[in-house]
C-alpha cells in the first residue's frame, strides 16, 4: 500500500536545494582543478621547492577543513546567502593571487613581499573564504530537504563533491597543457566569480531559524569535544586515513613526472574520484550489515595496500591499480565513519561532535603536505628510491589499521562492557 503522505524526490527539494547543489559542483571544479596542481606549481613554477610546497598545500587544505567549525557562526550570524557571496569573493581574489605568483606581472609584489610570505599570505586568504562553503552548502541541503528524502539530499550532495573531484583535474590538465600552469588558479578564480554572481541571481535564503551561538560559546564546546578522550583517540587514529589520501596531491604528480615519465599526472589523481563514484552505492549495500568500526578498520587496510601495489611496481598500470584499491578501502569506510560519529557523540551534542567530523581531513593535510614534501625530496629528489617513498606511507596505513583494532579492543569494548 503506497503511503499518500510520502514525499517523492520531485517535490522534495526546495528550488534553493538544487542551485545550492549546482554551486557546489562548480566550486569542486574550482577547487580540485587548483588542488590538483598547487604542489607542482608551488615546487617547480614559484621555485619554493618539493619540502616547502608540500608543507604550503598542506597548510592550506588543512586551514579549510578546520575552519568550518568556527566557520559555522558567520553562517548563524549572518545568513547562508551573504555568507556564499563573501566566499566565492575571498575565493576569486585568493586563486587570482596565488596565480599572479606565477606570472611576469607579480613578480615586482612577489620579489618585494618574498616569495614563501606571498604565497603563504595568498593561500591563508583562499583557505579562509574556502571554509565557509561547507557550512554553506550542507545547511541548505538540511533546511531545504523535506525529511522523507533528506538522506537522498546528501547522497546527492556528495554525487556532485565527487564528480567536482572527478572533473576538475581533467580541466586543469587541459588548461596547463594548453595555457599555462599559472592559469588553472586563474580559471579557479574565473569560475568564483561566475559563482558570486550566480549566488547574487539565483540563490535564496533558506526559511527556517538561524543558529544564535557565539564564538565563545563553539569554543566552549570545543573544549568539551576534546575532553573526551575516546573520541579525540579516534579522530587522531582515523586522520591515518588522510594523511595517506592527501599523498595522491602532495606525492604523486611528481612521481608521476619524475619517476613515471607520465606527465599528464592529474589523469591519475581523478582515478579515485571515479572509482568512489562507481563504487559508494554498492560497497555501502556490501558491508551495511558490519559494525562500523569493522567497517573503517577494513577499509584502512585496502586503502593501505594501494601502496605497496605502487611500491612493488613503478608503472602506469600498478600506479592506477594501486589508487583503485585504495578508493575500494575509501568506498569502505567513507559513509560508516559519519554514522560511527552521530553515534559517539552524547544526545545533546550531536551538532558539536558531527562539527568535529572533517577534522581527520585536516589534520591529515597539515601533516601529510610536509611528509609527502619530506618524501618527495629525499626518495625522488636527493635519492631515487621510490619503493621507500610509497613503503613508508603503507607503514602509516597499516599502523593506523592496527590502531584501529587496539583502539576497538581496549576502548570500545570496555565501555560497552562497563
Known sequence: MVNENSVTWRDGFKPTFWVANILELFERFAFYGSKAVLAVYLANKIG?????????????????????????????????????????AMFCLGYFLIGLGGMELGQGLVNAMGKTTYITSVLVLTAIGGSLIKPCIVGTVAKTSHPDVKALGYSIYYTLVNFGGAIGPLLALQVRENIGIEYVLVMSSLTSLLLLIGTFIFFKEPEGERGNRT?????????????NFRFISFLVIFSGFWIMFWQIFYALPFYAT????????????????????????????????????????????????????????PTVVATVI?????????????????????????????????????????????????????????????????????????????????????????????????
Open 258 to 313: 619524475e619517476v613515471l615519465n607520465f606527465e599528464k599526472f592529474e589523469l591519475l589523481e581523478t582515478v579515485d574520484a571515479w572509482t568512489i563514484i562507481l563504487l559508494t552505492v554498492p560497497v555501502t549495500t556490501l558491508v551495511a550489515r558490519w559494525r562500523p568500526i569493522t567497517a573503517m578498520t577494513i577499509g584502512f587496510a585496502l586503502a593501505s595496500f594501494c601502496w605497496v601495489i605502487m611500491a612493488g611496481s
Open 48 to 88: 619554493l621547492g618539493a619540502q616547502v610546497a608540500g608543507s604550503l598545500a598542506g597548510l592550506y587544505s588543512g586551514l579549510i577543513f578546520s575552519l568550518p567549525i568556527i566557520a559555522g557562526t558567520f553562517v548563524d550570524r549572518y545568513g547562508f546567502r551573504k555568507t556564499l557571496m563573501a566566499c566565492f
Open 215 to 227: 564564538l565563545g560559546e563553539v569554543f566552549r564546546d570545543m573544549l568539551l569535544v576534546f575532553r
Open 322 to 418: 594501486g589508487i583503485i584499491v585504495f578508493a575500494f578501502g575509501e568506498a569502505t569506510q567513507a559513509p560508516r565513519f559519519y554514522e560511527y560519529v552521530s553515534g559517539l557523540a552524547p544526545k545533546d551534542q550531536v551538532g558539536t561532535f558531527m562539527g568535529f567530523a572533517f577534522l581527520p581531513v585536516a589534520i591529515g593535510s597539515f601533516v601529510g603536505g610536509p611528509l609527502g614534501g619530506w618524501l618527495v625530496q629525499n626518495y625522488l629528489r636527493d635519492t631515487m628510491n621510490p619503493k621507500m617513498m610509497w613503503s613508508i606511507v603503507a607503514g602509516i596505513g597499516f599502523a593506523s589499521t592496527a590502531l584501529m583494532l587496539l583502539y576497538n579492543i581496549f576502548l570500545v569494548k570496555k565501555e560497552t562492557a562497563a
